[in-house]
């Protein structure tokens, strides 16, 4: 197969000043999907759907290739890729992206994607449907630098994000179910239930149940064998509600459900629980999806999922409910990641989009080894780390490169001066509020003492062994000697290079240089990726290195934290890594200490375990998992136009 | 545009005894559904994309047209079809399928769409997913009459129940967050945030503001023009939390959620509520979904769904919170219905899927009318309704021909010798245990007892002037002098033609006679539609006429129900149909009353409306719209081979 060419890039029609995010998106008709595909190489060679090394784009579940082989391209918006067998040589370079800050960082990556003389990829997480109602709006870009169509990147999508809100509450209502069935049933009858006899009067296990047998020590195949104790060990989960730590999921902002008691029907016989919902992003299963490396690895992990502890403290999996392979076909399509394009017709892998603050906050695996093959051995991916150097890049190369195998050879910061002065001591910026006249004229010492917080985020960086690239995105009220001032501060840091971006007022342009800065990086890039932590210490020992790396001098932990600590360690998961549930606001626990923080105690709340995706979560303060509605959400100007059937005021 | 022809069927091989239904399912390749499209005449005429004839099936939300129209067909499990304008002639034949405790109904259906000689094409009902990992298992039919994919058909598909859920749900947040936001704030910061003054200090109504304003009879359209009363009047929506009937859904038999207080986290600042989840299908939003006949229409139909009333009686609408045009985006891709095949290649629209005992349980009325326009004028449209003739028939009758304008031709019954005999007095079936030897061998008194049953369906049915065709799903254990009672029966009580069925064990070639059958009723056809009530007559007058036709002698309405009758009537929406919340298992409210009950009192516990949907839903007995799961659930035997990436165990 001969190595892919992208496509030649749409022309953009810059309109000054910038028209609104969505009236862009729909000025643009997006080119044939599937012909961004074939420029990819990532149609079937023509007439041998079976040949190894073919790539498959599904859509609607099934096999694109039997139509790519035929060479037809049709019109469409989004592709499936999935895995296939292949001989091609991977290219050699992953980059990450890591925000400080701003929330350009979304569309400052789909400019890098612009470099015209190789082939570049954009993995991105898809966004969650919540917060496109509520406050924040849509997250596809902005300005002339956006995922499209827009509508269907912040809308339902390919359904990923309602396949894991169906998968995760599938898992609640079996747990809820079962304490049910246990409590009102005898040991005998649950087991018959369980394992009932066929019309023959035979009894078998289902095949999920070996796994449960196997965790017991059960090695019969034949459940008439069981005595009476292993029947009662294997039909009786024994689950105990206070160490429940599944709670349901749903993809809306709905505070009222962040606190909930279940089971007040009178059917459920005064089995009442008091639990939660957490916004879908936030699910296990969206962790599993952005970390798992393959269809037999996403069973595993979605099979060993802990839910919480039996009575005696062992803990309860998903396949001891008999669920993980329910969860896997619920899941089948969702780990195949979804093919857009930018306004300018630059490939985008879109593909899940796990919460940063509590979960990793990083584009899928699966997307970038796919992207890697995609691009070539001269190419480029570039994948997005949610929030900065202490937690997007702190959790993408402990726990995202550890699992995926893969080393980026590159690290962008995004940095603006509006944030920067922030961090300087500006006053605080209030969504929806007017924006102080700090932000609007020039204040040299603000971005100055602001830039410490850059520095620290180089430096951190620096230390995995990759080169940091700062990417500035300009603003029209900055001015030319604070934006000189965060250049040679971050160059002085020990910054690769620092580039001035103004891809959001005119597209692609704006962001060549950046994509050059990143390219040479890349060349020059030799050191191994140096882990923060092993993964064999403990887990206080790991808690302890990511505390020192943000600034604290101690940590400090609560008495649930040191329980869950004692617990996990004696389950067996001390040796996974440690992700930090954290505020991005600073480098601290506490959002309000801005700049660099330093002598600060880190206070560890409680730690919870997400085994499946793969890694402990110690709580750093409180995390909210379920956003609210303002008084007035962005729903009230969302409409249809009923004529045209386009999408209005989505932002 | 030439009329379109039906595609060479495919033929099946017939394997005895029935495999699995999912190893049928999985034996044979779909067709291209772009081929089905094109053979339907459901693609653009090559070169004339906006024809204004021309049909469009869209997937992933594009056009497909473009593509079709260059003559390229791919391998694609489905597409979705949208109305186009178009100046083909309507076929002018409708059908229903009203089942008589059947649950093979979904399976004669499809049957009865292989009638070779003529274009015919089924609309079916997407199944929820809860009982596909519950007890029930899935819906795509059974044996050689099928739908296909059954995976797709069965989970996801195209997300249209995900789509119902995330509406339904966004509107319960915005109940919630709208009362929280009432409650702590002035009404003048209330409508300062509700109407914001943007940079150059101008207010403005958000669109969807209007239709509030109307209803108050407020004509102003600058905000600052507003009284401090009509301010108060307009921003203070001041929900009585006791008369909220929206409540939320989830696709999941999650029992514990039935009844639930939300609203116990400490930032809810005690404002708790009791209030409880639906299965998703059972959301009004779904009834919208299925009634509705334009993007328009169903743009209005969400704005005037009543979540409830003020503390001074008036009701409260999605469009007085704002967010109708958010749920209108929600469901852009949804109200086009989605184009499967059965195993042997003819097309099924499936589309929608209310809940059939609190809500209208019929397939869609956009499915049906591009159906019909497809077929052309010597076509046939088979279209299906849930449960019998009390249920399925009658709100098909009075509730969707109503809304939709069209007139069935044939209705057909099914029955089976197994259904009749237990209506006849055999011992009950339940699901999961044995069957009795009653029903498995020979009893003539307990079948012609039970067609009791039967005729009651059929002149039930005949009363509204169609022609009405028995069909009797043979099984191996039904004999011949039974299958012969229940035809000489159903043939002395009118009905048009009765045939046995044998589709489920012999494929296509089982339901040719029965198509026939239909065929020759619908040339016969002549009488007009005659509903069973006028609209204007008043809501206990329409409950009345409908507790005739069950056979009760009078009905007993408690309090609650008086209650509402009142308000509904007050507040004007007296003059929609009654669509009965009933139990399919009797023509009484009471599912042990087998055969014909007489003399029965019916009660009406309490009384609901869906006002966005159209419809007064008076519930008869207790009615459960959240499934549970049982100890061992479907998802038990569910799981993906890895290697195949095959769904096991759905059945």
């Known amino acids: 197969m001969a190595p892919p060419t992208s496509s030649s890039p749409r022309k953009l029609e810059i309109v000054n000043p910038v028209p609104a995010d969505i009236d862009i998106a729909q000025s643009v008709d997006p080119l044939p999907i599937a012909s961004i595909a074939q420029d990819l190489g990532a149609l079937a060679r023509p007439g041998s759907p079976q040949e190894p090394s073919r790539w498959i784009l599904r859509r609607g579940g099934r096999d694109y290739a039997d139509a790519a082989g035929r060479g037809q391209i049709d019109h469409h918006c989004w592709a499936r890729a999935s895995h296939g067998g292949s001989s091609r040589k991977e290219g050699s370079l ?49 300005g002339y630098s956006q995922v499209i169509p827009m509508e269907e990147f912040n809308l339902h999508l390919t359904g990923d994000i309602h396949a894991i809100t169906a998968a995760n509450n599938l898992l609640s209502a079996a747990i809820d179910a079962r304490m049910f069935h246990e409590n009102t049933q005898s040991d005998k009858a649950l087991f018959n239930r369980l394992c009932p006899a066929d019309k023959e009067g035979k009894r078998s296990f289902a095949k999920v149940m070996y796994s449960r047998l196997k965790k017991l020590g059960i090695e019969k195949t034949d459940p008439n064998q069981l005595t009476a104790e292993e029947t009662k060990k294997f039909a009786r989960l024994d689950i105990d509600p206070a160490t429940i730590t599944w709670k349901r999921v749903m993809d809306v902002n709905d505070r009222f459900l962040r606190k909930i008691t279940v089971g007040q029907g009178p059917e459920e016989k005064g089995m009442t629980r008091e639990t939660g919902f957490d ?212 160059l002085d840091a020990g910054a690769f290079d620092a580039v001035l971006c103004t891809h959001y007022a005119s597209g692609g342009e704006g962001a060549v240089e950046l994509g050059y800065a990143v390219q040479r990086a890349c060349e020059r890039h030799s050191a191994p990726l140096k882990f923060l932590y092993p993964l064999e210490v403990s887990i206080k020992e790991k808690i ?108």
Chains 1, 2 share one sequence.
């Open 279 to 490: 916004i879908s992003v936030a699910s296990e299963i969206m962790a599993v999806l952005a970390l798992t490396t393959s269809l037999a690895d996403m069973r595993s992990r979605l099979g060993k999922m802990v839910i919480g502890s039996s009575k005696a403290g062992d803990p309860v999996t998903a396949d001891d409910l008999g669920v993980g392979g329910a969860l896997t076909v619920l899941m089948k399509d969702a780990i195949h990641p979804t093919l857009m394009q930018t306004l300018e017709g630059t490939p985008v892998f879109v593909h899940a989009g796990p919460f940063a603050n509590i979960a990793h906050g990083n584009s899928s695996i699966v997307a970038d080894q796919i992207a890697l093959k995609l691009v070539g051995p001269e190419g480029f991916v570039i994948t997005e780390a949610g929030f900065g150097a202490d937690i997007g890049c702190e959790k993408f190369m402990d726990i995202k490169c550890r699992y995926s195998g893969l080393r980026p050879q590159c690290a962008v910061i995004v940095a603006t001066v509006r944030a920067l002065k922030m961090h300087g001591g500006g006053p605080a910026v209030v969504a929806g509020k007017p924006l102080d006249a700090a932000y609007k004229s020039e204040n040299l010492e603000l971005v100055r003492a602001g830039c410490s917080n850059l520095v620290k985020h180089i430096e951190n960086t620096r230390s995995y062994g990759v080169n940091v690239v700062v990417g500035i995105n300009v603003f029209a009220t900055d001015t030319e000697a604070e934006l000189a001032a965060v250049k040679s501060i971050a």
């Open 94 to 142: 992953a980059r990450t992206d890591i925000s400080s800050r701003s929330s350009l960082a979304r569309t400052w990556l789909l400019k890098l994607a612009k470099l015209q003389s190789v082939v570049v990829v954009a993995c991105l997480r898809q966004p969650s449907q919540g917060p496109t109602f509520g406050i924040k709006g849509g997250a596809a870009g902005g």
């Open 544 to 651: 302890e290195a990511i505390a020192k790396f943000y600034g604290a001098d101690n940590v400090e932990y609560e008495s649930e934290a040191e329980a869950k600590i004692e617990l996990y360690t004696r389950q067996g998961f001390s040796q996974l890594p440690i992700c930090m549930a954290k505020t991005q606001y600073s480098f601290s626990h506490d959002p309000s200490l801005k700049g660099v923080p330093k002598g600060f105690t880190l206070p560890i709340r409680d730690v919870r375990a997400s085994v499946g995706a793969g890694f402990i979560y110690p709580l750093v303060g409180a995390m909210s998992t379920m956003p609210g509605l303002p008084t007035r959400p962005c729903f009230y100007d969302i409409d249809l136009d009923i004529e045209s059937g386009k999408v209005l005021g989505l932002s």
